[in-house]
């Protein structure tokens, strides 16, 4: 047995751990999936939401003191934590928004993750911890964080910083550390795009079996955006003016403190943009998808809704995944996902289509008055065609509606769509008459 399997299965404290999970800004590379809620409760996968994934990786690592920071459209993002996560009277587990705040002290909003942090750390302190593990809201991945705290304590780390393997082609866009033989962290370069300087930055061929690392090409390590830190450590560099942790405060203790690699390696995807977001979705429906919500090892916990299961009248479905409690007639669903409360008419056609979902079963009185306004039912109607899409939460598709991107720029604002990445974005609550072309 490792060292690191030793530590992280005998000695770890998990109640010495306390989780900050980063909410994000305005999500403008999300708009409009962000235009009435946080980046954190973008749904996802039919029935999840973004927030689910890191709350559900510290849960799965027995951490339960969590904390989510957030400033923008928090509503909804408040009422799905406070619905899905409870932990009984016998635990000290939370999972908690603080949300940002003026006060006669401080008038400012959060002005970056560092900052966000340091105007809770007066409250973080409060709670007995040794280490404050750092999340973001919008990434995809499963990982057992008590073993990188494990090796965070085995190499005397200051701070430690979760890693992953990219090839290139990914450098480019993401922030490149460089480290030495023990792992600690030399070097951090933002978004490398001179040849020269990935070239310096380059992970040596002969360190990969160490590391773990195998495929046979030339790697370098990126920053995930994952954070571990010793308590006196945050407090110390936090003692500034200093906004992000990824632009300024890592760049620092790199030259002041020992920071140092954990190396990851598997799946791992920042939910950034609609195009990022659109094909991690579409990859849940593959036979062997990327994330796979289907390992019981370490499930993907959210909030319970007693729906009905759904209900298939003679549909075609091919490559789908198809949430609770909806109702699909005869009609053609491929490499798609229907989200929670979903209804698809007959004659329909749907083809890499992203559809979040409904809040509610819409009541026949509600269909009735809305008939009367000329605005279809919540649901997308009959002898539709439909593809590369997202269809936002309680959207009304008339019947004949026919939607696609394909001769449209990239980039379209307009009042009943959006197109962004080159996927048609119907907004959530848009009415789309029967008819229309897209």
């Known amino acids: 047995m490792s060292n690191t399997n030793r530590i992280t299965r005998q000695s770890l404290n998990t109640s010495n751990v306390l989780c900050v999970i980063m909410g994000g800004g305005q999500g403008t590379r999300l708009f409009p999936l962000t235009k009435d809620r946080a980046k954190p409760a973008v749904p996802f996968a039919g029935k999840y939401r973004l927030v689910d994934v890191p ?7 027995g951490f ?7 400033q923008f459209n928090s509503t909804s993002l408040h009422r799905h934590i406070s619905l899905s996560y409870k932990f009984d009277q016998f635990t000290s587990g939370f999972v908690e928004i603080l949300a940002a705040q003026q006060t006669f002290a401080d008038a400012s909003w959060y002005e970056g993750t560092a900052d966000a942090v340091r105007k ?36 005397g780390a200051d701070v430690s910083i979760a890693t ?17 033989e023990d792992r600690r962290i030399v070097r951090f370069v933002e978004k490398p795009k001179e040849p020269a300087v990935q070239d310096s930055l380059r992970l040596p061929a002969e360190w990969h079996a160490r590391l773990g690392i195998t495929g046979g090409e030339e790697y370098f390590l990126a920053s995930m955006g994952i954070y571990v830190f010793n ?3 945050i407090r110390s560099l936090l003692d500034n ?55 019981m090892s370490a499930p993907i916990f959210s909030r319970p809704r007693f729906l009905p299961g759904s209900k298939v009248n003679g549909a075609q479905i ?48 509600s269909i009735r008055e809305h008939e009367r306004r000329g605005r279809p039912r919540v649901g997308i109607g009959t002898n539709c065609r439909i593809e590369n899409a997202i269809i936002d939460k309680n959207a009304r598709i008339g019947n004949n509606v026919v939607i696609s991107p394909a001769g449209k720029p ?22 789309i008459p029967d008819g229309t072309v897209i």
Request: net charge negative.
């Open 318 to 365: 091919d490559h789908a995944v198809i949430s609770d409690g909806c109702i699909i007639n005869p009609s053609k669903i491929r490499n798609s996902i229907i989200g929670l409360r979903i209804i698809v008419g007959q004659g329909t056609e749907l083809y890499r289509v992203v559809a979040l979902g409904c809040d509610y079963f819409e009541s026949q009185e």
């Open 120 to 155: 809770n750390l007066v409250h973080f302190l409060d709670h007995d911890f040794e280490y404050l593990v750092i999340l973001s809201g919008d990434q995809l991945y499963r990982m057992d964080f008590r073993r990188m705290i494990a090796e965070h304590r085995e190499s």
């Open 410 to 431: 990239d980039h379209v604002d307009h009042e009943w769509y959006f197109i962004r990445d080159g996927i048609v974005v119907i907004p959530k609550n848009a009415s």
């Open 241 to 295: 003016d200093l906004t992000d942790f990824g632009k300024h405060i890592i760049p620092q203790a790199i030259q002041t403190h020992r920071v140092c690699s954990h190396v990851y390696q598997g799946y791992w995807e920042d939910i950034g943009t609609i195009r990022a977001f659109f094909e991690s979705n579409l990859d849940m429906a593959a036979e062997l998808p990327k994330f796979n919500l289907f390992d």
């Open 164 to 180: 992953i393997p990219v090839r290139r082609a990914e450098a480019a866009a993401l922030g490149i550390l460089q480290i030495a």
């Open 55 to 61: 709350i559900s990786n510290c849960i799965n690592s």
């Open 231 to 233: 308590r006196e450590v």
């Open 64 to 70: 339960r003191r969590i904390y989510v920071l957030t």
